[in-house]
Each structure stands twice: as structure tokens, then as C-alpha cells.
């Protein structure tokens, strides 16, 4: 049977104002075919293309974690400090430029290796009202003029920030609780 890495992802999130790839790689090799153990995911928007080395497979076949998205960076506490297709200049304002990654932005393929091969859909994050996907005092990616970078809440794109649905649905289910246990007073007496 021919390796392969079905059910294998990667995902774009934005986490704290950073954008990250992160990924689940798990290579089925039950005959031993599988060559190599590192595993790489190459990006392409059919003009350019980047090659991330993500690591080496465990002694399971398994790959799991995260990676930069090429052209962010951040700095030794996890603040970024730079985006794909944005500069900062001399005097510390930040602007658009199809340098630094830019293409990265609008990737159209990407595929995962090791010695199989697995195409993935992977879109770059897109901005939120709580994690910024671009620098402070910029255009955001979704048109609006962000706060300060690193200043967002910083939810993943898998988070949640539904705390006032929360509180709303632990009422509902108190209120539920409190009728059952006037019910079965009721129900006492009457007996």
C-alpha cells in the first residue's frame, strides 16, 4: 500500500495580531515506502512559490504545530513586528508593498510533502475586529483602520468570544433548574 497523508491540514489562524500557519500532519505508511521524514509545505500563487521546512515526523508518523506565515514576524515576547506585503519606514509608518511575501496573501495552492504528497486549500487569515492581520494605523485587511498592533484581543480564528451569550445561557439554565425544583415541591405537598 502507497504512503499517504489523508487527514493530514493546515490551517491559517490569526492569533494576537499575528498570522500563523498551523498544522496536523500524519503519514500512513504500513509497508515502509515513505523515503524521508521531513515534512515541508510549499506555497504557490502560479508565479511564486515558498517552501516552509516544518519539521521531522515523530517515530508515530505524526507532525503537529505552528509556523509564521511567511513575511509576519514577531519579536522575543510574540509581539509582531511585521506582515506579509507591508514595510516600515524610516520614520515608523507602515505601508502596502508587493515586497516582503505580498503574494502570500492570495496563495492558490499549497501542498504538504514528505514523500507523498497531499494539496491542501489554505487562505490567509483574514482580519477580525479581534486580531489584526496587518500593522496598527494601516488599512486592514477588511477595510477599516485597525487600533495599534498588538493591542487586539488576539483570538484564534477558532476561538470564542461569546462571554455575554454565556452569561445568557447559564441564566436560562438556572431559571430551568429553579422551576423542576418548585415542581417537585409542589408535587410533594400535593402527595
Not at 500512513?28 to 521531522?56: C, Y
Not at 511575501?101 to 497531499?118: E, G, H
Request: aromatic fraction near 6%; include cysteine; charged fraction near 15%.
Amino acid at each position: 500500500m502507497a504512503p499517504s497523508l489523508t487527514g493530514s491540514l493546515a490551517t491559517g489562524v490569526c492569533e494576537a495580531d499575528v498570522p500563523w500557519i498551523f498544522y496536523d500532519v500524519v503519514l500512513t505508511d504500513p509497508d515502509g515506502q515513505a523515503t524521508s521524514r521531513l515534512v515541508t509545505l510549499t506555497l504557490s500563487d502560479g508565479t511564486n512559490s515558498h517552501v516552509i521546512e516544518l519539521g521531522e515526523l515523530d517515530e508515530d508518523g505524526t507532525l503537529s504545530g505552528q509556523a509564521l506565515w511567511p513575511g509576519a514576524s514577531v519579536d522575543g515576547e510574540g509581539n509582531p513586528t511585521g506582515w506579509p506585503g507591508w514595510e516600515q519606514t524610516a520614520d515608523g509608518t507602515w505601508v502596502e508593498t508587493d515586497d516582503n511575501f505580498a503574494w502570500t496573501r492570495n496563495v492558490s495552492s499549497a501542498v504538504l510533502a514528505v514523500n507523498p504528497d497531499l494539496p491542501l486549500t489554505l487562505a490567509y487569515p483574514p482580519a477580525t475586529p479581534n486580531c489584526l492581520t496587518g500593522p496598527g494605523g494601516g488599512e486592514g485587511d477588511d477595510g477599516s483602520t485597525p487600533a495599534a498592533a498588538g493591542q487586539g484581543a488576539g483570538l484564534a480564528s477558532t476561538g470564542f468570544a461569546g462571554g455575554t451569550i454565556a452569561i445568557v445561557a447559564g441564566i436560562i439554565v438556572l431559571a430551568g433548574a429553579a422551576f423542576l425544583v418548585i415542581a417537585a415541591i409542589r408535587r410533594k405537598k400535593k402527595a
